[in-house]
């Protein structure tokens, strides 16, 4: 079932193209601002999971310090460093200035961390899958956007189309008049109501043009472009019949729909966060190793060097039960996000069922549309007949052609909404980004 309605030739100045609907989706993928943010926030995550990774390494640190000193403890120490502390000529209690350079290496190796870092890493890791999943869902939304203002472009030029159409009927109505009056048989009124009529289709032909005008740039807009770039678009508004079935939409949308993939992920963290936890009751244990050289007068030298290695083991035996807290909210968290995932899995089945109803109101719409231009076409045909044998008024015969013009534009509006229900559909069921190009075939 398609309605066609005359092309009007539309030219827009300057170095502007023709564009598809595929080619406006992938320059707003592409050039989005959102988007683009959101993809250099996946690549923070992404080094982010890299530095957790890198606490799995060795750290390895050069050091150098230097420290002068009248305290007994330290003075003494400095001496001992560089092998000259005099034991029976140095007064313990007031043994003088002195200085030390240090100048070394410092290795530290975690060897087990009660799993903590591990699990840091599966955390971060996990947030740079959650970071892609949100990226993937305002990808769905950009490209809804972007449908919407392609097929509000290809709405604004059948409103053009029929606008036009609406002119050339009121051409040839006003042409009847001045036939009529020239026959004696109608009134110079007639012919003065007829151009009338004209201008007042005129009129709404450049309102329609300048919502054109606007809905290209709107479209501009949605891809990333500034408003005044100059574009054209492809195809027309037509009617292609689709059929769903509203329990596979809710199972496609349940599997498909970013947010719930997020979420799935978010309540995979919280048993990374639950690891973190218990990691607390468990043992921590490292070794560590340093080779130093010590100086008392200049940097960077030696008057005597060092080395030790050693291993080290910790347990948290008690901190005012802070760890036992931790664990028991690290376990609710995982009930809170259950939470989350069936409110989002609800509310997705009813923006589903609202997109499916939609679309089934849209696709009557266009039916009684389609059937409301058939009747208003076959309603002029006798009026124009009747007005001509001097049977009907003029005003009969341009409140008919108004109920054409109307009709034409209800038809249009069925169309677009119509169109646009169908994208709603595929963007509630989550199938958007692979079918988005059937919305023009």
Same mark, same amino acid.
Request: net charge positive.
């Given at each position: 079932?398609?309605?066609?309605?005359?092309?009007?030739s539309?030219?827009?100045?300057?170095?502007a193209?023709?564009?598809?609907?595929?080619?406006?989706?992938?320059?707003?993928?592409?050039?989005?601002?959102?988007?683009?943010?959101?993809?250099?926030?996946?690549?923070?995550?992404?080094?982010?999971?890299?530095?957790?990774?890198?606490?799995? &390494?060795?750290?390895?640190?050069?050091?150098?310090?230097?420290?002068?000193?009248?305290d007994?403890?330290?003075?003494?120490?400095?001496?001992?460093?560089?092998?000259?502390?005099?034991?029976?000529?140095?007064?313990?209690?007031?043994?003088g200035?002195s200085?030390?350079?240090?100048?070394? &290496?410092?290795?530290?190796?975690?060897?087990?961390?009660g799993?903590?870092?591990?699990?840091?890493?599966?955390?971060?890791?996990?947030?740079?899958k959650?970071?892609?999943?949100?990226?993937?869902?305002?990808?769905?939304?950009?490209?809804?956007?972007?449908?919407?203002a392609?097929?509000?472009? &290809?709405?604004?030029?059948?409103?053009?189309?029929?606008?036009?159409?609406?002119?050339?009927?009121?051409?040839?109505?006003?042409?009847?008049?001045?036939?009529?009056y020239?026959?004696?048989?109608?009134?110079?009124?007639?012919?003065?109501?007829?151009?009338?009529?004209?201008?007042?289709?005129?009129?709404?032909?450049?309102?329609?043009?300048?919502?054109?005008?606007?809905?290209?740039?709107?479209?501009?807009v949605?891809?990333?472009?500034?408003?005044?770039?100059?574009?054209?678009? @492809?195809?027309?508004?037509?009617?292609?019949?689709?059929?769903?079935?509203?329990?596979?939409?809710?199972?496609?949308?349940?599997?498909?729909?970013?947010?719930?993939?997020?979420?799935?992920?978010?309540?995979?963290?919280?048993?990374?966060?639950?690891?973190?936890?218990?990691?607390?009751?468990?043992?921590?244990?490292?070794?560590?190793?340093?080779?130093?050289?010590?100086?008392?007068?200049?940097?960077?030298?030696?008057?005597?060097?060092?080395?030790?290695?050693?291993?080290?083991?910790?347990?948290?035996?008690?901190?005012?039960?802070?760890?036992?807290?931790? &664990?028991?909210?690290?376990?609710?968290?995982?009930?809170?996000?259950?939470?989350?995932?069936?409110?989002?899995?609800?509310?997705?089945?009813? @923006?589903?069922?609202?997109?499916?109803?939609?679309f089934?109101?849209?696709?009557?719409?266009?039916?009684?549309?389609?059937?409301?231009?058939?009747?208003a076409?076959?309603?002029?045909?006798?009026?124009?007949?009747?007005?001509?044998?001097?049977?009907?008024?003029?005003?009969?015969?341009?409140?008919?052609?108004?109920?054409?013009?109307?009709?034409?534009?209800?038809?249009?509006?069925a169309?677009?909404?119509?169109?646009?229900?169908?994208?709603?559909?595929?963007?509630?069921?989550?199938?958007?980004?692979?079918?988005?190009d059937?919305?023009?075939?």
């Open positions: 079932m398609r309605l066609k309605i005359a092309l009007l539309l030219l827009v100045a300057g170095n193209y023709g564009i598809t609907l595929d080619e406006a989706v992938k320059t707003a993928l592409e050039r989005n601002n959102q988007l683009k943010a959101q993809k250099i926030e996946v690549k923070e995550k992404q080094y982010d999971y890299k530095a957790a990774k890198a606490h799995l &390494l060795p750290k390895v640190e050069l050091f150098t310090n230097y420290n002068k000193t009248t007994p403890p330290y003075a003494i120490m400095n001496r001992m460093e560089v092998k000259k502390l005099d034991m029976y000529n140095t007064d313990f209690n007031d043994p200035k200085q030390l350079f240090k100048t070394g &290496l410092k290795v530290e190796v975690p060897i087990w961390m799993g903590k870092i591990r699990t840091a890493v599966d955390l971060t890791k996990k947030e740079v959650a970071a892609k999943e949100r990226l993937k869902r305002d990808e769905n939304r950009v490209i809804l956007d972007v449908v919407k392609y097929y509000g472009v &290809l709405t604004a030029k059948a409103f053009v189309e029929t606008a036009q159409l609406a002119v050339r009927d009121a051409e040839r109505h006003l042409k009847d008049a001045e036939t009529v020239k026959a004696g048989v109608g009134l110079k009124s007639d012919v003065l109501r007829a151009k009338v009529y004209l201008e007042q289709m005129r009129e709404n032909l450049v309102k329609a043009q300048s919502a054109y005008q606007v809905a290209l740039r709107a479209l501009n949605a891809m990333g472009l500034y408003p005044n770039s100059e574009i054209t678009v @492809e195809g027309d508004l037509t009617y292609r019949p689709y059929s769903f079935n509203l329990n596979s939409l809710i199972e496609e949308a349940l599997k498909n729909r970013p947010e719930l993939k997020e979420l799935q992920v978010r309540y995979q963290q919280t048993k990374d966060l639950e690891k973190l936890a218990k990691a607390e009751f468990l043992p921590h244990i490292g070794a560590f190793g340093e080779v130093f050289a010590a100086d008392s007068k200049v940097p960077w030298d030696k008057e005597n060097s060092s080395w030790m290695v050693g291993f080290q083991a910790t347990i948290n035996l008690f901190n005012g039960g802070a760890k036992f807290y931790k &664990l028991r909210k690290s376990k609710l968290a995982s009930l809170k996000v259950k939470e989350y995932q069936e409110q989002a899995k609800k509310g997705i089945a009813f @923006e589903v069922s609202k997109a499916y109803y939609d089934l109101s849209a696709q009557k719409r266009v039916e009684l549309a389609k059937a409301a231009i058939e009747s076409q076959e309603s002029l045909r006798i009026v124009e007949t009747r007005y001509k044998n001097g049977l009907a008024t003029i005003t009969e015969l341009l409140d008919t052609q108004t109920a054409l013009n109307q009709a034409r534009s209800n038809y249009v509006a169309l677009s909404n119509y169109r646009m229900a169908v994208a709603q559909v595929y963007y509630a069921a989550g199938l958007l980004p692979k079918r988005y059937e919305l023009v075939q």
